[in-house]
């Protein structure tokens, strides 16, 4: 039998943990770290655990229930939950405020206005302080009994706070996942393989609807009250607003963007306002409701059908809408990448008319199966740019084609291509492709690659849009006349940069294979490339076996090598490069095969004295040889300075060849 210190530790745990949660969620003041809230739930569950005859429903422990439902059962809403009459304009809203005030006769009316959250609205009935139903709107008179999966929302309390609420109290409100909670879940499902949610709406649904509140427990629901419905015991305050200070008195989370505003200047004001924000809002909010403050107005006003006539809400000009997809365009940006571009039947949405959406890779093409010819929603949410959210499969006509991005480029025909864990498709046209010239031009005259002194970015553009070049070539076929046309560029700027253009001229191999701007080739790659095969010809010549033989080259560069020089349209600049007199000194040695250390791996450990480590791995890769980072059978030689590591006696394990460092100086010829 557990002692009274027992059930007293659990009653103060409890009181804690509920006090933390109302200072987080309901005053948005946490007072202490997401780890010492945790700890007193481990510390509570522990002595559950230990004495279960204490628990209680209402333990914060408590919130996820044991077993999965087979339904929902049905609720009949005593107090019907309302629906509400839309504005879509300010004079719609004049017209309401107008209506009001001559069925009161009032010249000012005072409105409590509040976000309208894009959620799910729900009824929450606590019996003597406890939750003890949840249900959905449903068609307002039945709903569904989700208390179960409520329970599981942090945000709503299984127990009021305080000792004056009422015996009975409904109250009412919407259930929202937050937009961070959103991108994160939908994170997830993709890394799960499973289907992202459209919308948090959506994915609110989504959540309440789950027969097994575990998983109801994992989604980041949370929960904002609007109003009552129910209610016994006691009287309530006069105004709407103060209404929903007694509502979080007792616990319950209220709209910190809530504001009672004087009349249809403060609607309007109030919804400048909010609109300005509404990006920035946790929660995803569709408009504002408005709600007329005083309660003996409201009761004036009554209702016409479901929707009572005090209260309106004022919508935002939607975020999604639905409209069909002429056509799938790809564009090539500045980098090569291929973009597929929806066209679309022009549509009003986020408050401007859109007609195209990016669709951005072909894994999103086929993560939504758009096809030409399919009725998609569009969302624009503020200054983001349009999306394509999803498919209405049920409006498909016929049978549409899938869409593949092209296998060459629509701007100048080379090959595209894409590489294993990749996203982007991208044509393989480089120096040649307009779309890409103007990069290809910048990254060529770079100081990494041909260092063409005084020829920036901008004159690139320059030179271009004048149409002085059209390749890297052009460069070389610039003449002092034409630059000092130029906007902006005095003879002698233009002298120095012709000069410069003939001095860039005499280059190094790895500089000019570096400037050519092959994907995935920078500075380290082109340098290797150069250090194995010696010549332009043998790079450009070099297949898959070869190019996979040198160190350091996998099957990504050499899929981009080999694909860059196929191109013609490649060759030909190439070419040209070379006739207009770009050279680079003769690298004094054999191609690989002919290489003295050809097919021999090498592993070298410990500290070399007369040369570091990395220039002895140079050396032996200068002479043919692969250097290797661990010994293996295929070892041939390992090299072994001072201290040498367990690579040394695993050499010795296995009889490879070991050399000191004398040995491989003269191995080396120095
Ligand atoms: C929403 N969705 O945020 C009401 N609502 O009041 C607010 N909905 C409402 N109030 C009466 N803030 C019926 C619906």
Redesign the pocket.
């Known amino acids: 039998m557990p002692d009274k210190k027992i059930q007293h530790r659990i009653e103060t745990l409890r009181e804690e943990i509920n006090g933390h949660n109302y200072l987080y969620y309901v005053l948005d003041a946490p007072e202490i770290p997401d780890s010492e809230y945790d700890r007193l739930l481990v510390e509570l569950n522990k002595i559950e655990q230990q004495y279960p005859e204490l628990i209680t429903t209402d333990s914060p422990t408590q919130r996820v229930g044991a077993m999965p439902l087979d339904s929902f059962s049905e609720v009949q809403h005593e107090v019907p939950m309302?629906?509400?009459g839309n504005a879509f304009s300010e004079q719609d809203m004049e017209d309401f405020d107008k209506r009001i005030r001559e069925g009161v006769e009032k010249d000012c009316i005072d409105y409590a206005a509040?976000?309208?959250?894009d959620?799910l609205?729900i009824s929450l009935l606590y019996d003597n302080g406890l939750l003890v139903r949840a249900a959905t709107r449903g068609d307002g008179r039945t709903g569904e009994d989700v208390t179960l999966n409520i329970r599981t929302i942090d945000a709503i309390p299984l127990k009021l706070r305080g000792n004056d609420f009422p015996a009975v109290l409904e109250v009412r409100g919407?259930v929202v996942m937050p937009k961070e909670g959103f991108e994160k879940l939908n994170q997830q499902q993709l890394k799960k393989g499973e289907k992202p949610f459209v919308n948090p709406r959506n994915a609110a649904a989504g959540s309440l609807r789950q027969l097994d509140p575990k998983i109801t427990a994992t989604r980041p629901l949370s929960f904002?009250s609007?109003?009552i419905g129910l209610i016994e015991g006691i009287t309530l305050p006069e105004k709407h607003s103060q209404v929903m200070e007694r509502l979080k008195s007792w616990g319950m989370r209220i709209?910190p963007e809530s504001e009672v505003v004087k009349g249809i200047k403060g609607c309007h004001a109030y919804y400048e306002k909010l609109a300005a924000k509404r990006n920035d809002l946790p929660d995803e909010i569709d408009g504002i409701?408005y709600?007329v403050d005083d309660i003996e107005f409201q009761n004036i006003m009554g209702f016409v059908s479901r929707a009572?006539r005090w209260?309106i809400a004022r919508k935002f000009p939607a975020q999604e809408e639905m409209t069909k997809l002429l056509a799938i365009e790809v564009q090539v940006g500045r980098t090569g990448a291929l973009t597929p571009v929806a066209r679309l039947q022009p549509v009003f949405v986020g408050g401007v008319t859109v007609s195209n959406a990016t669709l951005h890779n072909q894994d999103e093409i086929d993560r939504l199966d758009a096809r030409v010819g399919d009725m998609v929603i569009i969302r624009r949410a503020g200054d983001v740019i349009p999306q394509v959210v999803s498919v209405v499969k049920s409006k498909r006509e016929g049978k549409p084609r899938r869409f593949q991005l092209p296998a060459t480029c629509p701007v100048c025909g080379s090959e595209t291509a894409r590489f294993e864990d990749e996203a982007v498709t991208f044509c393989t046209g480089g120096l040649y492709c307009e779309a890409q010239r103007k990069e290809a031009i910048k990254h060529f005259a770079s100081r990494r690659a041909m260092n063409i002194d005084g020829l920036g970015d901008k004159l690139v553009e320059q030179l271009v849009d004048e149409g002085l070049i059209n390749t890297i070539a052009d460069l070389y076929k610039i003449e002092v006349e034409q630059l000092i046309k130029l906007e902006r560029l005095g003879e002698k700027s233009a002298k120095n940069l012709v000069a410069a253009l003939e001095k860039s001229k005499a280059t190094t191999l790895a500089h000019f294979v570096f400037a050519l701007g092959i994907h995935n080739i920078g500075e380290t790659t082109a340098q290797t490339l150069t250090n194995h095969f010696a010549t332009l010809e043998n790079i450009m010549h070099a297949d898959e076996a070869q190019l996979l033989a040198v160190p350091d080259i996998g099957p990504v560069v050499a899929e981009n090598v080999i694909t860059f020089f196929k191109q013609s349209h490649n060759l030909d600049v190439v070419k040209q490069l070379l006739d207009v007199g770009i050279s680079w000194p003769k690298i004094k040695k054999k191609p690989v095969e002919q290489q003295p250390l050809a097919g021999k791996t090498f592993v070298v450990t410990g500290t070399l004295e007369t040369m570091g480590r990395n220039d002895a791995k140079v050396a032996l890769q200068e002479l043919g040889a692969k250097v290797s980072g661990s010994v293996s059978k295929k070892t041939d030689y390992v090299v072994v300075g001072e201290n040498p590591g367990s690579k040394a006696s695993k050499a010795q394990d296995l009889g490879i060849t070991i050399l000191d460092e004398k040995a491989l100086l003269k191995l080396l010829g120095q």
């Open positions: 309302l629906s509400l509040e976000p309208k959250l959620g609205a919407e904002y609007y109003g709209n409701v709600k009572p209260a």
